[in-house]
């Protein structure tokens, strides 16, 4: 079984930054693709960054220049960068992974974490 974990959500002001993480964690092979969604209340999920165990990232427009997505694959580890965040940045942020635990790929998700953006 794989766990992803996230952390670094909260309350920020409008032009703040926070900075999420997701460990992964458990019977972890290899790790493909790692992402980062969020969901605002009556909204559907969306995408809002993605980033391949080459380094190759692909952002959602509405965060294009301001957030950063990497990852630590020594560590299992994702990161999304949030600069200059706007209150439509408001929402539960989801990390998600493709884990391989050596026979089978599988995608997994993580609880979320709120961001709240208000002054």
């Known amino acids: 079984q794989v766990q992803l974990v996230e952390s670094g959500g909260g309350l920020v002001q409008p032009g703040g930054s926070l900075r999420l993480s997701c460990a992964a964690s458990?019977?972890?092979?290899?790790?493909?693709?790692m992402g980062w969604h969020r969901q605002a209340p009556g909204k559907q999920r969306e995408l809002v960054a993605v980033i391949s165990s080459r380094g190759t990232r692909h952002y959602a427009d509405s965060v294009k220049g301001r957030f950063t997505i990497s990852r630590d694959n020594a560590k299992n580890t994702l990161y999304l960068q949030m600069n200059s965040l706007k209150p439509e940045d408001t929402a539960v942020y989801y990390c998600?992974?493709?884990?391989?635990?050596?026979?089978?790929?599988?995608?997994?998700w993580g609880q979320g974490t709120q961001v709240t953006v208000s002054s």
């Open positions: 458990g019977s972890i092979f290899s790790i493909n693709d």
């Open positions: 998600n992974a493709d884990v391989s635990s050596g026979s089978s790929w599988f995608n997994y």
